[in-house]
T-cell receptor, first 110, second 117 residues
Framework: DAKTTQPTSMDCAEGRAANLPCNHS???????VYWYRQIHSQGPQYIIH???NNETNEMASLIITEDRKSSTLILPHATLRDTAVYYC???????????FGKGTSLLVTP | GAVVSQHPSWVICKSGTSVKIECRSL??????MFWYRQFPKQSLMLMAT?????????EQGVEKDKFLINHASLTLSTLTVTSAHPEDSSFYIC?????????????FGPGTRLLVL
């Protein structure tokens, strides 16, 4: 699986959009970009995934650059409950376990 | 849909005893289940992968005789920590992956916190 690079930490004001970047310059053509988050002392929660088109669901939007070497997870209106560690993971559908890096620790402030 | 449960949510045991943790997929059939371990302020580390009816595949450095994994049905996998010691104290998390629409994504349980005294 391709390696990903994320900032260690980010802050965001409550009600504003949180934009979390991820670099995956060695991504292969068959690899998807997955985003999970882990709230303190809980199991990871699936957010969204995509191949090359932008994706949106009830939780977030995923913007993937045309060359697929980077992506951005957007939480449109961050709340205090969005404070968590966010993991960007690249994996092929036929791959097996998700391998977690260090992720980005997002702090949403009042 | 796609709910994974774990039991117990936390357990305290004496050194030398064995502890069993259950992982269940509640609304889908899990062809593959994964077990992770997470130490404080660290990321999740994959311990093993198990397919229903087959022996588990362990990651390098994980003792298969110490961490016994059973995946006897499509909805249940168990992890038994045998002869637990204080260094085994950790947060154990399982995840499950099915087929069809459930193949694309791994769904995680809430985790089990183990404290060995």
């Amino acid at each position: 699986d391709a390696k990903t690079t994320q900032p260690t930490s980010m802050d965001c004001a409550e009600g504003r959009a949180a934009n979390l970047p991820c670099n995956h310059s060695t991504i292969s053509g068959n690899e998807y970009v997955y985003w999970y988050r882990q709230i303190h002392s809980q199991g990871p929660q699936y957010i969204i995934h995509g191949l090359k088109n932008n994706e949106t669901n009830e939780m977030a939007s995923l913007i993937i650059t045309e060359d697929r070497k980077s992506s951005t997870l957007i939480l449109p209106h961050a709340t205090l409950r969005d404070t968590a560690v966010y993991y960007c993971i690249v994996r092929a559908l036929s791959g097996y376990a998700l391998n977690f890096g260090k992720g980005t620790s997002l702090l949403v402030t009042p | 849909g796609a709910v994974v449960s774990q039991h117990p949510s936390w357990v305290i045991c004496k050194s030398g005893t064995s502890v069993k943790i259950e992982c269940r997929s509640l609304d889908f059939q899990a062809t593959t289940m994964f077990w992770y371990r997470q130490f404080p302020k660290q990321s999740l580390m994959l311990m093993a992968t198990s397919n229903e009816g087959s022996k588990a595949t362990y990651e390098q450095g994980v003792e298969k005789d110490k961490f016994l994994i059973n995946h006897a049905s499509l909805t249940l996998s168990t992890l038994t920590v045998t002869s637990a010691h204080p260094e085994d104290s950790s947060f154990y998390i399982c995840s499950a992956r099915g087929w069809g629409s459930f193949q694309e994504t791994q769904y995680f349980g809430p985790g089990t916190r183990l404290l060995v005294l």
